[in-house]
Nanobody
Framework: QVQLVESGGGLVQAGGSLRLSCAAS????????MGWYRQAPGKQRELVAT???????NYADSVKGRFTISRDNAKNTVLLQMNTLKPEDTAVYYC??????????????WGQGTQVTVSS
């Protein structure tokens, strides 16, 4: 069994910062790409940022220059540092991991989501 547990969401004023953290645990053999996605009310879930096991990053245009994704491979954790937050960043943020279990199964796993609210 694999679990992704997120933390760090909350309420912040526009221009402020938050840091999200996600830890993967359980019967994990290897973790490939990890990332963050978000879903605002009435909208589809969208990619925010991803990072490969080798550290190659990819960002949505809307967050480039403001958000930074990083990871600790030894701890199977991924962080999202969010600076200069805007009201349009308000959403539920989900952690995602492409991983292979000790039984050999490879799949994408999702966290439960953490709410980020940016007030104007």
């Amino acid at each position: 069994q694999v679990q992704l547990v997120e933390s760090g969401g909350g309420l912040v004023q526009a221009g402020g910062s938050l840091r999200l953290s996600c830890a993967a645990s359980g019967n994990i053999f290897t973790v490939n790409a990890m990332g963050w996605y978000r879903q605002a009310p009435g909208k589809q879930r969208e990619l925010v940022a991803t990072i490969t096991s080798g550290g190659i990053t990819n960002y949505a245009d809307s967050v480039k220059g403001r958000f930074t994704i990083s990871r600790d491979n030894a701890k199977n954790t991924v962080l999202l540092q969010m600076n200069t937050l805007k009201p349009e960043d308000t959403a539920v943020y989900y952690c995602n991991a492409d991983l292979r279990t000790t039984l050999g199964y490879r799949s994408h796993y999702w966290g439960q989501g953490t709410q980020v609210t940016v007030s104007s």
